[in-house]
């Protein structure tokens, strides 16, 4: 079973300072790991992807994150926050097909990142 | 962008009423995704479809149920609507099912049951 921890539900810190949204998932195989973004009264996009070749994963926006399997976590950060990277986050694992022959992802419960002036 | 619209945006209906939420897409997708968005659950999966009229249930698919006639489009139905289906529901899209596919996002619709 898979499952994901988003360990913040809400972060602020002020433009200019490192972001850092913190998540742990638990799988039973080598999962494949996303951080999607969502703007008010807007879909998720997203923002990057690990999927079992370098740990060290860059999105769009400066974001990027780091797959560490022995801690089981995938932190996404950003070395400065802008007041437009203020949205809710999510971390989603997927581990591929479940057994209904979909493609099993498990969500977060998202974080919130508020970005102080 | 993936080319996803959900129709409509925003509704808000009384209980016990029929409702349909359309999902419409311009990638030729095979998979397609229901999922409702509520405070402190993140997404969860009420349907799914990997062809034409090929649907499976998801872990919330109680009182719900999906059509899909043409790969462009998938329909959510909510035959009567209930206060506990309020919610946001979004509709995704993927080529694959496999582990390192990720799946896109429509922009939502807000549907409030009064």
């Known amino acids: 079973a898979q499952s994901v921890t988003q360990l913040d539900s809400h972060v602020s810190v002020s433009e200019g300072t490192p972001v850092l949204l913190r998540c742990n998932y638990s799988?039973?195989?080598?999962?494949?790991l996303f951080w999607y973004v969502q703007h008010p009264n807007k879909g998720l996009q997203l923002l990057l992807k690990?999927?079992?070749?370098?740990?060290l994963v860059k999105g769009i926006n400066g974001f990027e994150a780091e797959f560490k399997k022995s801690e089981t976590s995938f932190h996404l950060t950003k070395p400065s926050a802008h007041m437009s990277d203020a949205a809710e986050y999510f971390c989603?694992?997927?581990?591929?097909?479940?057994?209904?022959?979909?493609?099993?992802?498990?969500f977060g419960t998202g974080t919130k990142l508020q970005v102080i002036p | 962008d993936a080319g996803i619209t959900q129709s409509p945006r925003h509704k808000v209906t009384e209980t016990g009423t029929p409702v349909t939420l359309r999902c419409h897409q311009t990638?030729?997708?095979?998979?397609m995704y229901w999922y409702r968005q509520d405070p402190g659950h993140g997404l969860r999966l009420i349907h799914y479809?990997?062809?034409?009229?090929?649907?499976d249930k998801g872990e919330v698919s109680d009182g719900y149920s999906v059509s899909r006639s043409k790969t462009e489009d998938f329909l959510l139905t909510l035959e009567s609507a209930t206060s506990s289906q309020t919610s946001v529901y979004f509709c995704?899209?993927?080529?694959?099912?496999?582990?390192?596919?990720?799946?896109?996002f429509g922009d939502g619709t807000r549907l409030s049951i009064l």
């Open positions: 995704a899209i993927s080529e694959w099912a496999i582990r390192n596919q990720p799946q896109h």
């Open positions: 799988s039973s195989y080598s999962p494949s």
């Open positions: 690990y999927t079992s070749a370098a740990t």
């Open positions: 989603v694992v997927s581990e591929g097909r479940g057994s209904g022959g979909y493609q099993k992802v498990t």
């Open positions: 990638e030729n997708h095979r998979y």
């Open positions: 479809s990997y062809g034409v009229k090929d649907t």
